[in-house]
T-cell receptor, first 115, second 112 residues
Framework: ETGVTQTPRHLVMGMTNKKSLKCEQHLGHNAMYWYKQSAKKPLELMFVYSLEERVENNSVPSRFSPECPNSSHLFLHLHTLQPEDSALYLC??????????????FGPGTRLTVL | QQQVKQSPQSLIVQKGGISIINCAYENTAFDYFPWYQQFPGKGPALLIAIRPDVSEKKEGRFTISFNKSAKQFSLHIMDSQPGDSATYFCAAIHSGTYKYIFGTGTRLKVLA
């Protein structure tokens, strides 16, 4: 596997379920990101991790809980989601410490549907 | 102040034509302006980026024009090809921070 991979690619869950999204980067990068991409809306940065430390949390509801156990893996734990949380969730990584002008490499995303 | 307005929402261009997508920002603290290309089923990929100290940057068929006083920047795709059909996003970034603001995207279709 090369680049940034995300699993699962598609996920359907009920509002009371708990699920997790997984991201893995094979690029040796130091920073990882979670984004939310909704139709007709701008891409929204949710979380940034630099060297496994969370450095940004853009007022994301607590029903989204990120975890970065090492510099290659990033998880997004989901619980008691709402239908409006249905979106494409994108993971990205960058070589530097994150932020600014680092080139970010995106995974293909997980298409989440909340029923 | 944190918005980036992108237009048009969709664009259809004949093969060989010029595709032009425009973005406008409000916050003068932004100092890095990338464009991303996204194909269906894929994540966005960085296409080209510019800093406000230059008015134009060209990479192959892709050119960014930047107007600092108007707080506007645009992507020009010369000799557009069917393979360029994708969604394009502009962004404005305050470097040194994690403030990334994206446009809403332009869906480009290049007719063969």
């Amino acid at each position: 596997e090369t680049g940034v991979t995300q699993t699962p690619r598609h996920l359907v869950m009920g509002m009371t379920n708990k699920k997790s999204l997984k991201c893995e980067q094979h690029l040796g990068h130091n920073a990882m990101y979670w984004y939310k991409q909704s139709a007709k809306k701008p891409l929204e940065l949710m979380f940034v991790y630099s060297l496994e430390e969370r450095v940004e949390n853009n007022s994301v509801p607590s029903r989204f809980s990120p975890e970065c156990p090492n510099s290659s893996h990033l998880f997004l734990h989901l619980h008691t989601l709402q239908p409006e949380d249905s979106a494409l969730y994108l993971c990205a990584s960058s070589q530097g410490s994150g932020g600014g002008t680092d080139t970010q490499y995106f995974g293909p995303g997980t298409r989440l549907t909340v029923l | 102040q944190q918005q980036v307005k992108q237009s048009p929402q969709s664009l259809i261009v004949q093969k060989g034509g010029i595709s032009i997508i425009n973005c406008a920002y409000e916050n003068t603290a932004f100092d890095y302006f990338p464009w991303y290309q996204q194909f269906p089923g894929k994540g966005p990929a960085l296409l080209i980026a510019i800093r406000p100290d230059v008015s134009e940057k060209k990479e192959g068929r892709f050119t960014i024009s930047f107007n600092k006083s108007a707080k506007q920047f645009s992507l020009h795709i010369m000799d557009s090809q069917p393979g360029d059909s994708a969604t394009y996003f502009c962004a404005a970034i305050h470097s040194g921070t994690y403030k990334y603001i994206f446009g809403t995207g332009t869906r480009l279709k290049v007719l063969a």
